[in-house]
């Protein structure tokens, strides 16, 4: 397979959710050999085409597809919320499907056509245990012993939330890079800082582990929409502006709703002399 890459080349699809962009590739015709190398190549925004997050689409049996994310910096995530509400609207046009199923890491997710061109997808519940998390030891989730009294959530992922008078005097850079190898988070965790601005209404800057900072965070905005509601600022309902736009975020019985906008910006092909490069 990877003389064959090597030989035809891999095509991609390249996709955004509010600016947190992604490198879409299509494996259901077959398996496709990445390496943390050649993820890292493709991420690089100068010699590769640059990501955020990439997903891969592999067959499922009982879903509608399976989804594999990996990070810029070529190790993997669980999860990806906003790529996921990207590929289930590919999804959708493709088969003219209004609903979905797909297997993540996190479990079985349900996606959906949410009309005026959102699509929402149903992150699944968010894990408030310390040990599910994860954290380095027992602890209350909702009042983490770290300056600034952050809270911890899992939503296939770890996150770590600051709130915060003002979001724009944070120096995201350095405050995230800080946090996101705090030893509390044995599996480095994503940054959020975080302004209540209205009675249901955040702004959220975001650092994501193995990323750095991103115009926006699907997972992450699941997760402050969470701590916000277990701290009694906001209701389980509310709206998360980010650099990049907003999400709607609904934390329903069933699990955490997040609706938004999706973009599918091109379809390109990495050369069969890039990949044999690496």
């Known amino acids: 397979m990877v003389e064959t890459l090597h030989s035809n080349g891999l095509p991609f699809a390249k996709m955004h959710g509010l600016g947190n962009d992604f490198v879409v590739i299509d494996a ?10 050649l993820v890292a190549a493709i991420a690089d925004r100068h010699r590769g085409v640059g990501f955020d997050q990439l997903a891969v689409i ?6 509608d597809a399976r989804l594999v994310f990996f990070n810029a910096d070529g190790s ?6 906003n790529a996921t509400r990207c590929i289930a609207r590919r999804l959708m046009d493709e088969t003219g499907k209004a609903a979905l199923r797909l297997v993540t890491e996190r479990g079985m997710l349900a996606a959906c056509d949410a009309g005026g061109g959102l699509t929402s997808v149903n992150m699944g519940a968010p894990l408030l245990d310390w040990a599910d998390i994860p954290l380095a030891e027992p602890m209350d989730s909702l009042h983490l012993p770290i300056p600034g009294d952050p809270v911890a959530t899992g939503m296939g992922n770890p996150h770590c939330t600051f709130f915060v008078p003002d979001v724009a005097a944070v120096d995201l850079a350095g405050f995230g890079a800080a946090h996101e190898h705090h030893p509390l988070f044995p599996a480095r965790t994503n940054v959020q800082v975080v302004q209540v601005t209205g009675p249901d209404r955040l702004r959220m800057r975001v ?7 991103t115009l926006a965070s699907g997972s992450s905005s699941c997760a402050v929409a969470v701590a916000a509601a277990r701290r009694g600022l906001t209701g389980r309902r509310v709206t998360v502006d980010l650099d990049g736009g907003e999400l709607q975020v609904d934390w329903r019985a069933d699990g955490v709703w997040m609706t938004g906008p999706t973009a599918h910006v091109f379809d390109g092909m990495l050369t ?4 044999g490069a690496l």
């Not at 650092?207 to 900072?213: K, S």
């Open 28 to 37: 259901r015709g077959g398996g496709v050999p990445l390496t943390p190398g």
């Open 58 to 63: 592999e067959p499922a049996e009982g879903a």
């Open 76 to 81: 993997a995530s669980a999860t990806c919320g």
């Open 207 to 213: 650092w994501e582990r193995g990323a750095g900072i």
């Open 272 to 275: 069969p002399a890039f990949l």
